[in-house]
Structures are given as structure tokens and as C-alpha cells.
């Protein structure tokens, strides 16, 4: 499924008389940097009235006074609904004729508008916004894999968008079914680019280019030894490779994940806690 942002229609049947004093709500995503998840739903009562009028009492709602006049047309009020739903960052708004249509300035899944009080206006929800803002999917590291084929990417789960394992063994891994607004973060290992040259500079972190040195004597001391036909110097030679490999390995194998930035190897797909 693709991210949709929520989209609502408010369709203003009458004059300015018949809107005084009533309201409708509205749901959009805020977002906040410094919170966590960074997205949220927010709720906002549109309220129409004349300049001096007071506002209906809604709660946990955040209130957008429509100033209008008794003899404003249909035209008119729906005109000063848009403008008013524009001067909040989590919308926008177009009118055509009597009709305001308003979209959510953030992807997300959030309450449909309904009316308040309202004695001639239609709301409609035209396209329902999708994006969770917590995952349901618990430790994703122990329920998912990934496979690449080409330059593609597929990450596959055993739990199903609610968070439940999927029901049958044939469906145990399937594509994740699930809609992140922040997405997913993906860390990996990366190969590092092959050498084909003599001149060829290294594509390893700093920390290992003398792990490489003793791999390269190893090779070095071991093709000595298949060459000689003198037995000291096959004997030295192996000992000397022997030595080397045991340092290879024991800065690589033994400690390379833990002292290093930056190690070779397989591809990993690291997916964190979306809680």
C-alpha cells in the first residue's frame, strides 16, 4: 500500500445566517522534530461566526474562526472557510463554488471530519489518509529478513500489519503490509570495492591496512616455501606464513567487528525497534 494523504470536502449548501455559531472537525498530522513518533494527529473544530462571536466550547480541539456576515453567499462563506483552513500549516484548501475541498499537509491515518453542529453543510472524506505512526510490528530484528536481487531490496516479516504472525506456514514471511509516515531506517555492511590493480588504493578503513599487510606476507611467505628445495628455508618460510595468518586472522575474525569501523564481508540488514 501507498502512503495517502487525508482528504476532506466541505460542501456550504446555504447563506452566512444559516452557518453562525456552527462547526465541523477536522483531523490533520502535525509534526514535531523533537517528539517521538515525530507525526501525531491533531484535532481542529472550524467554526463559523461573526468577528466578535464566541467560540463553541469543543474539547481537546483547536479552534479556526470562520468570520463571516449574515448575508455572505454560499460562495462567500466557503471562500473565508479556505482561507482561514490555509493559515494552518497542516492543511491546505482550494474552493470551487460552494465546495471546499481540504488536504492534509502530512501523510498519515487519522479520524474522519465530522460534523459538530451544522445546520446546512456536508462534509466527506474523498480519500482516506494511510500511515501508522508507531509500528505494530514488535522487535522487527527477530521477525523480518531481507533479500536483494539486482539493485532491489525486498524485507520481508513474519507478522502481519496488526502485529499478529501470519497464520500459515506457506505465509509466514510475506512483504511487510505495514505504512510508516517516518518509513523504515535500514543500516548495512557494504563490500568494499575489489582491487584489479597493482595501483589500486585499498577501500578499507585506515585501522586494518596492517591486517592487510600480514594476509599479504602470509601469501608472500607461502609461495616461498613451494618454490624452495632447500628445507631450512621451507621451514622457516611456513613459520613465518603460519605467524602472519594467526596475526590476520586474530585482528579480523577475533576483534575486527568490536575495534573497527568498518569490516568487509555480507551485506546486513539491521532493522530497529520502530516502537
Request: aromatic share 8%.
Amino acid at each position: 500500500m501507498a502512503l495517502a494523504k487525508e482528504t476532506t470536502t466541505l460542501t456550504i449548501a446555504s447563506n452566512g445566517t444559516n452557518h453562525i455559531g456552527d462547526y465541523v472537525l477536522i483531523y490533520g498530522v502535525s509534526f514535531d522534530a523533537s517528539s517521538k513518533p515525530a507525526y501525531s494527529e491533531t484535532k481542529y473544530f472550524v467554526w463559523w461566526g461573526v468577528s466578535d462571536a464566541t467560540a463553541p466550547s469543543v474539547s481537546n480541539a483547536t479552534g479556526v474562526h470562520v468570520v463571516i456576515a449574515g448575508g455572505d453567499t454560499s460562495s462567500e462563506v466557503a471562500t473565508a472557510t479556505s482561507s482561514a483552513i490555509n493559515s494552518l500549516d497542516d492543511f491546505s484548501s482550494s474552493v470551487d463554488g460552494s465546495i471546499v475541498t481540504i488536504i492534509n499537509a502530512h501523510y498519515g491515518n487519522v479520524t474522519a471530519s465530522n460534523v459538530g453542529t451544522a445546520n446546512a453543510i456536508t462534509v466527506a472524506t474523498t480519500t482516506s489518509g494511510t500511515g501508522s505512526f508507531i509500528s505494530n510490528i514488535k522487535y522487527p530484528e527477530n521477525n523480518s529478513m531481507y533479500f536483494i536481487e539486482g539493485d532491489k531490496l525486498a524485507i520481508l516479516s513474519k507478522l502481519d500489519s496488526s502485529g499478529n504472525r501470519n497464520n500459515t506456514a506457506r505465509k509466514s514471511l510475506k512483504s511487510i503490509q505495514e505504512d510508516l509516515v517516518e518509513g523504515l531506517m535500514i543500516q548495512y555492511y557494504a563490500e568494499p570495492n575489489s582491487v584489479t590493480a597493482i595501483t589500486d588504493s585499498l577501500d578499507i578503513d585506515n585501522a586494518l591496512e596492517l591486517s592487510v599487510v600480514d594476509y599479504v606476507k602470509k601469501c608472500l611467505y607461502m609461495d616461498k616455501a613451494g618454490k624452495t628445495a632447500d628445507p631450512n628455508i621451507m621451514q622457516a618460510s611456513m613459520a613465518m606464513a603460519t605467524k602472519h595468518e594467526r596475526n590476520f586472522k586474530e585482528a579480523i575474525q577475533r576483534y575486527g567487528v568490536r575495534k573497527k569501523d568498518k569490516t568487509g564481508g555480507s551485506r546486513v540488514v539491521k532493522v530497529p525497534n520502530l516502537v
